[in-house]
Nanobody, 128 residues
Framework: QVQLIQSGGGLVQAGGSLRVSCVAS????????MAWFRQGPGKDREFVAT????????YYAHSVKGRFTISRDNAKNTVYLQLDSLEHGDKAVYYC?????????????????????WGQGTQVTVSS
C-alpha cells in the first residue's frame, strides 16, 4: 500500500507561481510512474502531467505544457509540480497519483484508471 501525502498549494495571483509536492511512503517509490491530475469546480478530474520512474521522460496536457513542470527526487520519495504563469482556469484541487505497469502508451499514462494510488488533494486558487 502506497501512501501519498501532498503539500503546497494555496492562493496565488494570476501570472504567479506555486509548487505542490507529494511524498510517498513506499521504499520502492523509484519504480512507480507518477502523475498529477486536477479537478476544477464542477469539472471532471483531468490529467495534468506525468513522469517516468527515472525522471527522464515527461508528458503534459496541452493546456499546461510550457507553464507547468513535473519533476521527481527519488532519494526523497517526492514528486513535484511547479506551476508557473498561472491562469484562472488552473484553479482546481490537484492530486498526485502513482502507477506501476510494464509499459504505457500516451493514452494510458494520461488515464485516471492507470493510477492505483492517490494523494489527498491540495487546493490551488488563482486570484485576479
Amino acid at each position: 500500500q502506497v501512501q501519498l501525502i501532498q503539500s503546497g498549494g494555496g492562493l496565488v495571483q494570476a501570472g504567479g507561481s506555486l509548487r505542490v509536492s507529494c511524498v510517498a511512503s513506499e521504499r520502492t517509490f523509484s519504480t512507480y510512474r507518477m502523475a498529477w491530475f486536477r479537478q476544477g469546480p464542477g469539472k471532471d478530474r483531468e490529467f495534468v502531467a506525468t513522469i517516468n520512474w527515472a525522471g527522464g521522460s515527461t508528458y503534459y496536457a496541452h493546456s499546461v505544457k510550457g507553464r507547468f513542470t513535473i519533476s521527481r527526487d527519488n532519494a526523497k520519495n517526492t514528486v513535484y509540480l511547479q506551476l508557473d504563469s498561472l491562469e484562472h482556469g488552473d484553479k482546481a484541487v490537484y492530486y498526485c497519483a502513482a502507477a506501476r505497469a510494464p509499459s504505457y502508451t500516451q493514452e494510458t499514462m494520461a488515464a485516471l484508471t492507470t493510477y492505483r494510488y492517490w494523494g489527498q488533494g491540495t487546493q490551488v486558487t488563482v486570484s485576479s
